[in-house]
């Protein structure tokens, strides 16, 4: 008897087990598909390396640091239409995580000589061969804004990595944020927006090898911009690249890039431009001396 009683306890359990309201997920709000996830916050990313890095499949990316609004979708697909060289859209791979439970988790993984920094910069490493792989190409170039956050990182985890710097006017930078449709922030809060990426864009300049370009002259003379890019990244030009529309035959997805008229046309168009720094705010103003152009 004890056996069956357990049985009917059992299915009991079950059934109220099948008969009762989904329960609502933490942080999740009325109506939501899924979990909120907060964004993370604009600054640098501070992390505690403890294990050595392991091989790597992709041994030299190229990383483009440049803030938000900078033009840095136009040069990405410029990229992207050369034969070698794949350019996705922004891969946000400094918010692609592990977590690992403790004890039985980060004990196995510590058996492979992996903790969770490590263990994400595989992951990360995974996603660019894949795009390597699908794309038949040999060059890949992430163009993440957010990678000005985590470019120390970048650097410990690629030490043979690429960088390309992305610069353009801070009132340009700022004049885009502004008008962009959903935008309802001041002028002084895009102003801050924006020197949060500004601070370790040139941190980064100043520390790392690589190339810096402006996004005006990209605009104004985009072969000649062009042709220093590639011969950086060790490639032929290709003058297809300055028609990008006609090789680039990809979705534009919100939030993973520029999607404007501009860009859909297909070819590099006229920019509006900004000079010297009358007017600006004395921290714009720091980085428009800083950048040349003042």
């Known amino acids: 008897m004890g056996v069956v009683n357990k049985g009917f306890k059992r299915r009991a359990r079950l059934l109220r087990e099948a008969l009762r309201p989904p329960r609502q997920l933490t942080g999740t709000a009325p109506g939501a598909m899924g979990p909120q996830v907060r964004r993370p916050p ?3 990313q501070v992390v505690d390396y403890s294990v050595p890095i392991m091989p790597r499949l992709v041994r030299s990316p190229v990383f483009l640091i440049a803030p938000v609004r900078s033009g840095s979708t136009l040069l990405r697909m410029l990229l992207n239409a050369h034969p070698r060289v794949r350019a996705p859209h922004e891969l946000h791979l400094r918010t692609v995580g592990v977590q690992l439970a403790p004890g039985f988790s980060e004990a196995a993984m510590l058996e492979l000589g992996l903790d969770q920094v490590e263990l994400e910069h595989v992951i990360w490493d995974r996603i660019l061969h894949l795009e390597l792989l699908r794309s038949g190409k040999d060059v890949v170039v992430d163009k993440t804004p957010g990678n000005v956050f985590v470019w120390e990182r970048l ?3 690629w030490p043979d990595a690429k960088f390309l710097f992305l610069l353009r006017h801070p ?5 885009s944020l502004e008008n962009r449709k959903e935008n309802t922030a001041s002028r002084e809060a ?12 040139e941190q980064a300049r100043r520390a790392l090898g690589g190339l810096t370009v402006r996004y005006e002259d990209l605009t104004a003379q985009p072969e000649r911009v062009t042709r220093e ?3 950086y990244l060790d490639v032929e030009w290709e003058p297809a690249m300055l028609a990008y529309g006609e090789r680039n035959q990809e979705q534009f997805v919100p939030n993973l890039g520029d999607r404007s008229d501009n860009i859909k046309s297909g070819r590099v168009q006229a920019a509006r431009t900004f000079t010297g720094a009358d007017g600006l705010s004395p921290a714009l103003a720091e980085y428009a001396a800083a950048w040349g152009y003042s």
């Open 155 to 157: 650097k410990y985890a």
């Open 171 to 175: 009132m340009g930078v700022v004049s």
């Open 229 to 231: 890019v590639c011969a």
């Open 42 to 44: 604009k600054r640098t």
């Open 190 to 201: 895009l102003e801050a927006t924006a020197c949060k990426y500004f601070k370790p864009l």
